[in-house]
Structures are given as structure tokens and as C-alpha cells.
């Protein structure tokens, strides 16, 4: 995992709430989702996303996490945020 920048929000292995960590584990899993674990997880995405984070395709990966409603679309995002050097996961 890249060192988020300074000021990024927080990482879901220290989230308190307990909703973040089941869905992200099931999605790393391989296990089927739920759509509220869908839901979640894309709630995650959108608060990680804003961070400062920087680079070409920034302001498109944001404006796709709307479309975030399945694990498909979920693993296609992240493959992209990768390539950005954001590693939400």
C-alpha cells in the first residue's frame, strides 16, 4: 500500500464504526456481497477519494464512484486507482 498524502481520510483497517471492515473483507475474500456490504464499501471509496490525491484521471475515478453497485464495477475502480497510485485496500 502506497503512504496515503498528509490530510487523507482514514484507512478502513482502523475504521470504529464496524460496517467497513465486513464489507472490504468480503470483498477480498471472494465472498458474495450484500448490497448494504455494496453500499459500504462504495462509501469508503467516495470518503478515501477525498483526499488530496493528485494525477490525470483523479477527478474521473471521483466522478465513477456513483457507479459503484457491483463487486465487477468495484474491481474495475480499483484497478484504475492503482494505476494512479491510490490503493484505498
Do not use: C, F, N
Amino acid at each position: 500500500m502506497a503512504t496515503p498524502p498528509r490530510g487523507s481520510p482514514g484507512y478502513w483497517m482502523y475504521e470504529a464504526g464496524g460496517a467497513v471492515r465486513p464489507a472490504i473483507a468480503a470483498y477480498l475474500m471472494g465472498e458474495p456481497m450484500t448490497e448494504h456490504q455494496t453500499a459500504v464499501m462504495r462509501a469508503y471509496l467516495r470518503q478515501w477519494m477525498t483526499g488530496p490525491w493528485q494525477g490525470q484521471t483523479v477527478h474521473i475515478l471521483r466522478s465513477r464512484i456513483k457507479g459503484l453497485t457491483t463487486r465487477a464495477a468495484i474491481t474495475a475502480w480499483l484497478a484504475d486507482a492503482l494505476k494512479e497510485g491510490i490503493d484505498p485496500l
